[in-house]
């Protein structure tokens, strides 16, 4: 049975997004695919089915802890999870964690934020019944 639906957008939501535009453009290199003036979403990877949104906010945010509910985590999956580690402390990057091994999860993973506060994560699977992209 294939996937119920064609695609997923997430949408992040900053009082100021352009500091965000600029950090998902040009540090993390996201392709812009749509530009809505108050709205832009990104392809985190080639051929993408899921997309992520960055759009002007209509108020402040309530929580800053991402584990309470209505919060947010967005997890991008790589192999090379300590490259990134290194790429992104090179640019200047606030990191919260090096990378490291959750045995609970069998993932190896790192934290930062965004210019809006969202969390980030950046892990690769170390498992073999993730399914691989295609």
Request: glycine share 8%.
């Amino acid at each position: 049975m294939s996937a119920p639906f064609d695609q997923q957008v997430t949408f992040l939501y900053a009082e100021d997004p352009a500091p965000s535009w600029r950090f998902y453009e040009e540090v993390l290199g996201f392709d812009l695919v749509q530009d809505q003036g108050s709205c832009r979403i990104y392809a985190p990877a080639p051929g993408a089915r899921a997309f992520l949104g960055v759009c002007r906010a209509r108020g402040p945010r309530v929580a800053d802890n991402p584990r309470l509910q209505g919060g947010a985590v967005v997890t991008f999956v790589v192999q090379d999870v300590e490259g990134w580690h290194a790429r992104l402390k090179q640019a200047g990057v606030e990191l919260a964690t090096a990378p490291s091994l959750s045995e609970t999860y069998r993932v190896t993973s790192f934290f930062f934020r965004d210019p809006a506060g969202y969390t980030l994560e950046i892990q690769r699977f170390e498992r073999p019944d993730w399914p691989a992209p295609t």
